[in-house]
């Protein structure tokens, strides 16, 4: 009920004022990711429900609630995803265009009883959370920070992350549907938002309805640092080598046991130490990296993830974990092993380059409003790369989030606002056919 009382409040006192020629905005997009932060949406990798934790859909009830407080149509799914519609206000047809934020928070670091803090006016300081004193957010550490002098940043308190990943995202698509709302003059074309949940676990458009979304492409809003663009990310299988050892009574094993789970560990320890593992590689390298060991003497699996961006190089990397599995097995005639690779996802890049008017859009969006772009590539994936490969090209925006998956995640409020302009610039760039 206080979270519902502090809603109110903050609707109520939102306006923006608007002369004949330009507008300024009285932005939103700070008092929403506060309220929205204080929602325990962690996802829950363990689970195979949808949404994997219930209350995920705390915070999409929330968000329909202000959908209806503007007057904007939305439907929702039993995975707990919105899908909202401004009809175009454009003069002439234009591409139906979406905007794409996942609600959840990562498992790596609690998620419950989250408290942010505003730090107002940030002067260089070192910042000290109060909850835990250990934890301090450096310029050194964080070298994006010395660059956010004169911003509000917020923080948690030193217990749980804050949810900038990708509340954020959230934030600022909610704020910019609030402000087409509030000033009719502003123009875009057949606008849709598209909230998610489960995407740090995976799955965060395995329940996605393209008909619902109707859009020719889309930007998700879940990427770092001002002015951050990324239209390239790894491509990624998960591969699972099973093997099948021999087993005896440990009295009288001489000569027949063949332990599965020593079979393994020789594996992984045959692995490339000085490449091709997350801790060796940077940049485009891509790697091999078992996450996981579990078995018995009889039986024994490695689960492994394969990165890259180039995506041929991941059967590569299959080939290279089956040369090492049989080269270790020479020692272990009596036993066996297969391997089971599956697809996760794509480089949203072998999409994107067919269709460059819509990463060109974005950055002159950026340029416009006065952001300067920084092109990137995400070692790793986005519900965008798989939103690109079922057909709607998706690359990915800044949404200001910084230190992901930690106690030390923090967030610019100026950052967020310019996230929230160019979201609008991006529509009125549509609508102008520019």
Request: include cysteine.
């Amino acid at each position: 009920m206080i979270g519902f009382t502090f809603h109110l409040f903050v609707m109520c006192n939102w306006k923006v004022i608007f002369d004949e020629n330009s507008y300024n905005m009285q932005f939103t997009v700070k008092d929403r990711f506060l309220m929205y932060a204080l929602i325990d949406t962690e996802a829950d990798p363990s689970s195979q429900t949808f949404p994997s934790s219930e209350k995920q859909k705390n915070l999409t009830s929330l968000l329909c609630r202000e959908f209806e407080d503007m007057g904007i149509q939305y439907v929702t799914n039993d995975a707990g995803y919105i899908y909202a519609t401004l009809p175009s206000n454009c003069s002439d047809a234009v591409p139906k265009i979406f905007f794409c934020a996942h609600m959840d928070t990562a498992p790596d670091c609690s998620g419950t009883y989250v408290t942010p803090i505003i730090h107002k006016n940030y002067q260089g300081q070192d910042i000290i959370l109060p909850d835990d004193p250990t934890i301090i957010i450096t310029p050194k550490k964080y070298p994006n920070l010395a660059n956010k002098l004169g911003n509000d940043i917020i923080t948690a308190s030193g217990m749980t992350l804050l949810g900038s990943d990708d509340k954020s995202g959230v934030a600022i698509i909610m704020d910019a549907f609030h402000q087409f709302t509030q000033n009719k003059d502003l123009k875009h074309g057949q606008l849709k938002a598209l909230l998610t949940t489960d995407e740090e676990i995976g799955k965060g458009v395995a329940k996605v309805d393209l008909k619902l979304l109707d859009s020719d492409f889309g930007y998700t809003l879940d990427s770092g640092d001002l002015g951050c663009f990324e239209d390239e990310n790894f491509s990624a299988n998960s591969l699972k080598l099973s093997i099948k050892g021999v087993s005896s009574h440990p009295g009288y094993a001489k000569g027949t046991m063949e332990n599965a789970i020593k079979i393994a560990c020789e594996i992984v320890s045959s692995l490339p130490k000085l490449s091709l593992s997350p801790e060796t590689s940077e940049k485009k390298e891509g790697f091999i990296h078992p996450t996981k060991i579990s078995g018995g003497l009889e039986s024994a699996t490695i689960d492994f993830i394969l990165r890259d961006f180039d995506t041929p190089n991941l059967d590569e990397y299959s080939g290279l974990i089956s040369n090492i599995a049989e080269e270790v097995m020479m020692n272990y005639p009596g036993s066996s092993f297969i391997i089971e690779s599956k697809l996760q996802y794509r480089n949203m890049k072998e999409v994107l380059k067919n269709h460059p008017h819509v990463s060109s859009l974005a950055l002159r969006a950026m340029e416009n409003v006065g952001v300067k772009p920084v092109y990137g590539s995400i070692r790793g994936g986005t519900d965008g790369a798989v939103l690109s490969h079922l057909g709607v090209p998706c690359p990915n925006l800044f949404a200001g989030e910084q230190a992901i998956h930690s106690k030390y995640e923090w967030v610019s409020v100026q950052d967020m606002e310019k996230g929230v302009e160019t979201v609008i610039e991006i529509c009125r760039l549509v609508c102008e056919k520019e």
